[in-house]
């Protein structure tokens, strides 16, 4: 069974810039969550859906910060403008069924951001 | 809110001690998971064990312990005789009801041969 995918692996910008990450997840997992992970700390979630709707954005930077999944199947992380304290990396991560019947999250490898 | 504290930050051993990582929770919900992910240098995060608030039961799998405590609100991760690839940052994390994946800061393990 093919993990979650995520791409770029890696990426340096400029501050004010923009970015965009992508996600595909497990087939047939509903739920997508996307985690930004700055160095030394623990994942911190940024956005849940369930299929295409969001569950939980409580902690994006809507300012920001845009996430899609339009198709209920892969999703895309967008920065605009970027700072220098986006610099992290953003994990993808799926599951099915939903978080609360407590199945654990597959994560993918990240993408990791240098905003300079 | 909930809460997960990981308090040691790194642990250096060297090979085929025994090692433990302390993990203490802290929710208002009666029913909620615990889980140990461990995160090797590739980045990728991989589950270890899922525990559910029901369920106190000590769990065993090869070199790999868990002791859950609810009075003490702990889920403490034991490595026995461990070894160089078990070096990795590893991360207890908590989900109650329908809420997402809360994490602690993580536990940087180094194992030297």
Known sequence: EAGVAQSPRYKIIEKRQSVAFWCNPISGHATLYWYQQIL????????????????????????????????GVDSTLKIQPAKLEDSAVYLCASSSPPRGMGTEAFFGQGTRLTVV | AQKVTQAQTEISVVEKEDVTLDCVYETRDTT???????????????????????????????????????????????????????????????????????????????VSP
């Open chain 1, 40 to 71: 030394g700390q623990g994942p911190k979630l940024l956005i849940q859906f369930q299929n295409n709707g969001v569950v939980d954005d409580s902690q994006l930077p809507k300012d920001r910060f845009s996430a899609e999944r339009l198709k």
């Open chain 2, 32 to 110: 909620y998971y615990l889980f140990w992910y461990k995160q090797p240098p590739s980045g990728e995060l991989v589950f270890l064990i899922r525990r559910n608030s029901f369920d106190e039961q000590n769990e065993i799998s090869g070199r790999y312990s868990w002791n859950f405590q609810k009075s003490t609100s702990s889920f403490n991760f034991t490595i026995t005789a461990s070894q160089v690839v078990d070096s990795a940052v590893y991360f207890c994390a908590l989900s109650g009801g329908y809420s997402t994946l809360t994490f602690g800061k993580g536990t940087m393990l180094l």
